[in-house]
T-cell receptor
Framework: SQTIHQWPATLVQPVGSPLSLECTVEGTSNPNLYWYRQAAGRGLQLLFYSVGIGQISSEVPQNLSASRPQDRQFILSSKKLLLSDSGFYLC????????????FGPGTRLLVL | GDSVTQMEGPVTLSEEAFLTINCTYTATGYPSLFWYVQYPGEGLQLLLKATKADDKGSNKGFEATYRKETTSFHLEKGSVQVSDSAVYFCALNNAGNMLTFGGGTRLMVKP
């Protein structure tokens, strides 16, 4: 069966520090991968998606970036965090056409102080 | 473009009450429709889906029927439990494009 992992689960970082969040999927090959952000009490915002190694599409311009160094690994990064980067970051995967049923990881809660 | 509109919460109910969370959508063609649930502090879980008009998705006592004539996919449950307290997201997928999510509806069930 397929599983998706995210780490860390919780992170507290000072403004201006770098960020690296990792997501890995097991039990499937060539998945589509997604990064979402959920601000407190709000809906989901799609940040990035990837259909293959090294292929990244950005949905929202910001100071975040994403990379996919391996088939089942998706990384969200920032060189300098802003206060507004605080939120709950969710990774998801799907197979087949983009937008088919997506399966979400447990999320990373980021607090920027 | 495609969009999903959900009723604003929070929705507060007593245990064993009937639940309806409204969801309407705007899309060309024939999208697939989804309900996801997010329990406190967790990621989203797929609750149910429907891929064509008049399909009924069901899971864990929840149901939703794809109504093309009213462009709706309302979520219902006959008798809610405290453990159903969560945020519920309606979403659509239109011809392989990205999933489009509604804003979420928080449900609080009191014993």
């Amino acid at each position: 069966s397929q599983t998706i992992h995210q780490w860390p689960a919780t992170l507290v970082q000072p403004v201006g520090s770098p960020l690296s969040l990792e997501c890995t999927v097991e039990g499937t090959s060539n998945p589509n991968l997604y990064w979402y952000r959920q601000a407190a009490g709000r809906g989901l915002q799609l940040l990035f998606y990837s259909v293959g190694i090294g292929q990244i599409s950005s949905e929202v311009p910001q100071n975040l970036s994403a990379s996919r160094p391996q088939d089942r690994q998706f990384i969200l990064s920032s060189k300098k965090l802003l206060l507004s980067d605080s939120g709950f970051y969710l990774c998801a995967w799907s197979v087949g056409l983009l937008g088919e049923t997506q399966y979400f990881g447990p999320g990373t809660r980021l607090l920027v102080l | 473009g495609d969009s999903v509109t959900q009723m604003e919460g929070p929705v507060t109910l007593s245990e064993e009450a009937f639940l309806t969370i409204n969801c309407t959508y705007t899309a060309t063609g024939y999208p697939s429709l989804f309900w996801y649930v997010q329990y406190p502090g967790e990621g989203l879980q797929l609750l149910l889906k429907a891929t064509k008009a008049d399909d009924k998705g069901s899971n864990k006592g929840f149901e939703a029927t794809y109504r093309k004539e009213t462009t709706s996919f309302h979520l219902e449950k006959g008798s809610v439990q405290v453990s159903d307290s969560a945020v519920y997201f309606c979403a659509l997928n239109n011809a392989g494009n990205m999933l489009t999510f509604g804003g979420g509806t928080r449900l609080m069930v009191k014993p």
